[in-house]
């Protein structure tokens, strides 16, 4: 059973026989440490939310490609977004609305991501005024997502069908149907939810691993009971993706259209204990959701988590676990199993352009891999190589840890190994 | 017959047909207008150099890991190096000598980086110090470099042994040697050299395009006869590297040990045409050199080039062109050939933590690939998209073309696709 993060009471216990959408993550309870593990599905959904999911034909094939949600009533909902310098319209549409106020409906299309399309702006515009006329959700009150190939007009007409088709088609209790109406290229939908005290939160996300616009973009969507204050949530939002979904990276590449957001039905008052259990549960399933999109990462093996502690700040030790994840010759050496210490020193020596990073004292490092010591302060220590690359291949989670100096920050990061299939997936491709 | 760079006459004429080393480059005199053409291998060296190369058991194949460069006479010798926070003793010794003044002798091992090792500091100086007694050249005019493995101890003994054969066996007119001794996974050695008016530039560099510490890294040698003025060839040589190697990127990880450096006999002084017509050499040289380790990377089939124009700076173009060749989501589309123009609007998309760049409005951007059209300010543009796709396969170089509002500034950047044989060649790798 590991630990994820040093402040917070969250746990993995993982298992690299089963799948791991069904590793086992828990939570401890801040007001009497009781341990609450999270569902790998979403059993514990709030009430009061229909939905409805359709293959509209944005894709030839038969698989569900539009799914509409609407919440009995309006609540509180916000969201964080790709920081992308092409970011779809979807995003600046969803952008405005969870900055002013309340949200009721969320609108996904998938298979194509209205990105950089000569009518983007409008379509999307077209789509609230569909929505709105449905379902009495004002624009200003709607989410709307796209994901897939970009700059590829949207077949508008199938898209308005679509929303007509969702009235008096709307349902309780069919979130799994949505999980699975915003896959692309994912194996699987990836959902989680949990209850504790009344509380509930589900969620679901999408992203093949590939953060990247022509087959996957990363979206997540969580919904609460939980009554909130708007600056409370967005607080806990930022914290819980900047430790979880902004750690994680498959190939580098960053999606036109990557959206986290949560809204609240706006059932539950919360204490201030109520509260902090609501952060931790919000993280552990953030992290779940993260972790998920990372094992299902197209050609990918095993998950890298990279832990770096240093002296200087919690930013510069994020920098350098990020640098490690990155690597492509770390993440090539992960999928031949080959604990190549002399990579680490490589990519921690990257220069950046943001941090003014010191130059790195052997002296003063210490690496380890799968816990083992492999440099310690100056010195490389023997190695039994064919075990610990034994240890590497039987593992879900390949362990890189570094430390610099005296630590007094960690952080860490998650990627995924790089294989010929990842080749194969984004080259192989007809044109 | 491309032109390489818009201010300067530098002009490829490439094959696909041909090996890379094979292609002809060429540059305009600033005086007469006289085409150049840069020879391929080492027949215009500056005399006054010995040399003296061997097998010494770094590595356990026969294939010749050490050499040995004597100058007749110190001379002015200057040097670029990597930017690693992890750089190498040797990088430390380097960087002090050309600091401060003249160079005589260059000694390179390879196959073993001598990075990270616990002697790594005292062992330079003990090869500096063997080198004095051999050569009688002082340590402080001399320049050292290791390549290869990280981590592991240089065997001492047999290095001094290598340095004490070198007595007696210097010859002139040997280069080739040394070119052939500083490979460490290079396909063959990459060299070129060029004569006008008496003035003679040779020089030989490695990389297997790995730009990275374990197989291989970026290793680049220059010799001249000219007389030139201390600062004007540390702003020449800085302004050439930042125009070639600098704007090269294999994978995105940085080497160690990567130096570039300009050795001078200072045998033929120079009028301020001459010194204009060396910068141009100088240039189209360590272009050539640059685009021959793209050429040879492991794994690579075609150079991706990515011009950037746009109306800020050119750094800012420059970061975006290099946002393009990193991108791994590109590297396998040229890969497969594929002109998947959405990737390029994911990719100078991609969020930078040094400039602030603003969002891209699609009505101010055009793409092209290979010369042709694709995205013309807000509207995708009808492809025959098999046409295209063949004619990146038959490419040697991709050219992707890229235009943010009112172009001013243009900046290139070279890259490589990135194939199935990258990821055996660093995966697959006996542990």
């Given at each position: 059973?590991?630990?994820?993060?040093?402040?917070?009471?969250?746990?993995?216990?993982?298992?690299?026989?089963?799948?791991?959408?069904?590793?086992?993550?828990?939570?401890?309870?801040?007001?009497?440490?009781?341990?609450?593990?999270?569902?790998?599905?979403?059993?514990?959904?709030?009430?009061?939310?229909?939905?409805?999911?359709?293959?509209?034909?944005?894709?030839?094939?038969?698989?569900?490609?539009?799914?509409?949600?609407?919440?009995?009533?309006?609540?509180?909902?916000?969201?964080?977004?790709?920081?992308?310098?092409?970011?779809?319209?979807?995003?600046?549409?969803?952008?405005?609305?969870?900055?002013?106020?309340?949200?009721?409906?969320?609108?996904?299309?998938?298979?194509?991501?209205?990105?950089?399309?000569?009518?983007?702006?409008?379509?999307?515009?077209?789509?609230?005024?569909?929505?709105?006329?449905?379902?009495?959700?004002?624009?200003?009150?709607?989410?709307?997502?796209?994901?897939?190939?970009?700059?590829?007009?949207?077949?508008?007409?199938?898209?308005?069908?679509?929303?007509?088709?969702?009235?008096?088609?709307?349902?309780?209790?069919?979130?799994?149907?949505?999980?699975?109406?915003?896959?692309?290229?994912?194996?699987?939908?990836?959902?989680?939810?949990?209850?504790?005290?009344?509380?509930?939160?589900?969620?679901?996300?999408?992203?093949?691993?590939?953060?990247?616009?022509?087959?996957?973009?990363?979206?997540?969507?969580?919904?609460?009971?939980?009554?909130?204050?708007?600056?409370?949530?967005?607080?806990?939002?930022?914290?819980?993706?900047?430790?979880?979904?902004?750690a994680v990276s498959v190939d580098t590449d960053?999606?036109?259209?990557?959206?986290?957001?949560?809204?609240?039905?706006?059932?539950?008052?919360?204490?201030?204990?109520?509260?902090?259990?609501?952060?931790?549960?919000?993280?552990?399933?953030?992290?779940?959701?993260?972790?998920?999109?990372l094992?299902?990462a197209?050609?990918a093996?095993s998950v890298i988590e990279a832990q770096v502690?240093?002296?200087?700040?919690?930013?510069?030790?994020r920098a350098y676990a990020k640098k490690i994840i990155n690597s492509p010759l770390i993440k090539t050496a992960v999928h031949g199993s080959d604990p190549n210490w002399g990579r680490v020193v490589m990519a921690i020596g990257k220069p950046m352009?943001?941090?003014?990073l010191?130059?790195i004292?052997?002296?003063?490092?210490?690496i380890?891999i799968?816990?083992?010591?492999v440099f310690?302060?100056?010195?490389?220590?023997?190695?039994?190589?064919?075990?610990?690359?034994?240890?590497m291949?039987?593992?879900?989670?390949v362990r890189i840890k570094v430390?610099?100096?005296?630590?007094?920050?960690?952080a860490k990061a998650w990627g995924c190994d790089l294989s010929?299939?990842y080749?194969?997936?984004?080259?192989?491709?007809?044109?």
């Amino acid at each position: 059973m590991e630990k994820v993060f040093d402040n917070l009471g969250i746990y993995l216990d993982e298992h690299a026989e089963r799948p791991v959408e069904q590793d086992l993550i828990y939570f401890e309870r801040v007001d009497n440490g009781e341990s609450i593990v999270l569902r790998n599905d979403l059993s514990c959904q709030p009430s009061g939310i229909k939905s409805y999911s359709a293959h509209i034909g944005i894709c030839k094939e038969g698989s569900a490609d539009f799914t509409l949600i609407v919440l009995d009533k309006p609540g509180l909902g916000k969201a964080v977004y790709t920081r992308s310098l092409s970011c779809s319209d979807a995003v600046r549409f969803d952008r405005e609305n969870t900055r002013v106020g309340n949200i009721q409906s969320l609108c996904v299309i998938s298979k194509n991501a209205n990105v950089f399309t000569p009518s983007a702006k409008q379509d999307i515009l077209h789509i609230a005024q569909q929505v709105e006329t449905v379902t009495g959700v004002p624009i200003t009150q709607q989410l709307i997502s796209c994901t897939g190939v970009i700059g590829v007009p949207l077949p508008m007409d199938k898209v308005v069908s679509g929303i007509q088709s969702a009235s008096g088609n709307l349902e309780y209790g069919q979130l799994e149907a949505s999980a699975n109406a915003i896959m692309t290229t994912d194996k699987q939908a990836k959902m989680v939810s949990v209850e504790f005290d009344g509380i509930r939160i589900a969620g679901f996300c999408k992203g093949a691993g590939m953060i990247e616009p022509n087959m996957a973009t990363m979206l997540a969507y969580y919904f609460t009971n939980a009554v909130i204050p708007a600056q409370r949530l967005e607080a806990i939002l930022k914290r819980a993706a900047d430790l979880t979904f902004n750690a994680v990276s498959v190939d580098t590449d960053t999606s036109t259209s990557d959206t986290v957001a949560i809204l609240s039905t706006a059932e539950r008052e919360m204490s201030e204990k109520d509260i902090e259990n609501f952060e931790r549960a919000l993280t552990a399933m953030f992290f779940k959701s993260s972790r998920d999109i990372l094992g299902q990462a197209e050609g990918a093996n095993s998950v890298i988590e990279a832990q770096v502690s240093l002296s200087t700040s919690f930013e510069d030790a994020r920098a350098y676990a990020k640098k490690i994840i990155n690597s492509p010759l770390i993440k090539t050496a992960v999928h031949g199993s080959d604990p190549n210490w002399g990579r680490v020193v490589m990519a921690i020596g990257k220069p950046m352009e943001r941090n003014s990073l010191a130059e790195i004292n052997p002296e003063q490092l210490r690496i380890s891999i799968m816990d083992e010591v492999v440099f310690n302060y100056g010195a490389p220590l023997p190695l039994q190589l064919d075990i610990l690359s034994n240890r590497m291949r039987a593992a879900r989670t390949v362990r890189i840890k570094v430390e610099i100096g005296a630590p007094v920050y960690t952080a860490k990061a998650w990627g995924c190994d790089l294989s010929e299939e990842y080749i194969r997936i984004n080259a192989d491709y007809t044109t």
